[in-house]
């Protein structure tokens, strides 16, 4: 099943660039022409075969043309479910990566997506007579952002999350039209284009007054208007099919537990024709473990 964790790691992963502009603008700025920036290895390495791994978000290395800098590895973590011991964790895969990588030019970032209040970004290991290590982490929380003053960046990063940042709720239709907008604009592959349109409608979360807002008052009068319809109208087609996938899914289910029910299947055999519809893979698990609960 497809996570919040999937999915910011897929938007870091398929622009890096733009993920590391966005994230650690203080830092590094906006990079130039000839900067490569390299996905490393998510899995640290061990020390022993039968230790656990240390799986990062997205470590991204970043080296610059013509050694103008030094390279800089930035450590980028999502932050999508429970905040206690990020700071720890995150201390712990910036000491490896920089011992993995013979650099101590690694920059902690943090991603919070669903988060508008400030988060802690600084830890201290101490004792009764002084600190002994220091970590702070630059941390972005999206909700604290002001959606309204990334309507027209350039940052591809910043425009998908639009929906994610502060916004006054009548506002909302205009800043999930300038997310459509900026896809359209600055995004020219039509698979990544489908894949970042259900991006921008999961988390923009419109209802149908404010849906037909955004057509009638942005996307209507947008320079990329048919490119957005065009993607809206697959996302329609693509529920459409799999609404029917899902409804002969569930008759399929309900088929069973009504033989079983009238007595022309045993429980044993409804039983097993419902695990083996699970086992090939023609019905989600959730659906087999309800159904099966039914079964005495």
Request: charged content about 30%; aromatic content about 8%.
């Amino acid at each position: 099943m497809k996570t919040h964790d999937h999915s910011f790691k897929n938007l870091a992963l398929d622009y890096a660039r733009f993920t590391a502009e966005f994230v650690a603008s203080k830092e590094i700025g906006e990079l130039p022409p000839g900067a490569v920036i390299t996905p490393i290895r998510e899995e640290l390495l061990k020390e022993r075969l039968g230790d656990r791994f240390f799986e990062m978000d997205v470590p991204l290395k970043i080296e610059f043309p013509n050694g103008q800098r030094d390279a800089i590895v930035i450590c980028f973590e999502q932050n999508t479910r429970n905040l206690k011991g990020t700071l720890l964790r995150h201390a712990v895969y910036c000491l490896q990566l920089a011992e993995m990588m013979e650099t101590t030019r690694v920059i902690p970032v943090a991603l919070y997506p669903f988060e508008s209040a400030p988060v802690e970004d600084k830890l201290t290991l101490a004792a009764d007579h002084g600190a002994y290590l220091e970590f702070r982490c630059v941390t972005v929380t999206l909700g604290s952002l002001d959606a309204l003053k990334y309507l027209d960046s350039r940052n591809l990063v910043a425009r998908l999350c639009l929906p994610l940042m502060r916004c006054r709720e009548e506002d909302k239709p205009k800043v999930v039209a300038k997310a459509c907008e900026g896809l359209a604009e600055l995004e020219t592959d039509w698979d990544k284009r489908k894949k970042y349109i259900q991006f921008i409608t999961d988390y923009g979360k419109l209802d149908k007054a404010q849906s037909a807002e955004m057509n009638e008052k942005y996307v209507e009068r947008s320079p990329f208007r048919e490119d957005i319809m065009s993607l809206y109208q697959v996302l329609t087609e693509e529920a459409k099919e799999k609404g029917k996938i899902e409804g002969k899914i569930e008759g399929k289910i309900e088929g069973i537990l009504d033989l079983y029910k009238i007595g022309a299947v045993s429980p044993k055999n409804a039983r097993a024709q419902l695990r083996l519809l699970a086992v090939k893979g023609l019905a989600p698990a959730k659906l087999v473990q309800k159904a099966l609960k039914q079964i005495s």
